[in-house]
């Protein structure tokens, strides 16, 4: 099982609000993604970077029904996590090509 303490935060968040069909679907989602990836490399980090993006998407619409500041402080500490594994997926600069630009 991966472990996203900001998953778990969100979760949280999710019952407080009342919002038990959105909490359904992170689990859902959760599930789904955990399965079959974490024996390849960096499988266990592309999982989180796949369930952390669609927990930035919910929180996305919940800054929009929200006016709650843990809501938007929950957002950008997932957006940053998010972006901070993604950066490990990205293909590295060829030095000599950046030159010729």
């Known amino acids: 099982m991966v472990e996203i303490p900001e998953v778990e935060e969100l979760k949280a968040l999710l019952k407080e609000l009342g919002e038990e069909g959105l909490l359904e679907?992170?689990?859902?989602?959760?599930i789904m993604n955990e399965g079959g990836l974490e024996s390849k490399r960096g499988g266990e980090d592309f999982i989180k970077v796949s369930i952390l993006g669609f927990a930035e998407g919910l929180l996305t619409v919940l800054k929009e029904k929200y006016d709650e500041p843990r809501v938007k402080e929950l957002y950008e500490k997932i957006k940053?996590?998010?972006?901070?594994?993604?950066?490990?997926?990205?293909?590295?600069?060829?030095?000599?090509?950046?030159?010729?630009?």
Do not use: H
């Open 25 to 30: 679907r992170l689990e859902s989602f959760v």
């Open 80 to 101: 940053a996590k998010r972006a901070e594994l993604d950066e490990q997926f990205r293909k590295p600069r060829i030095p000599y090509l950046e030159e010729e630009g």
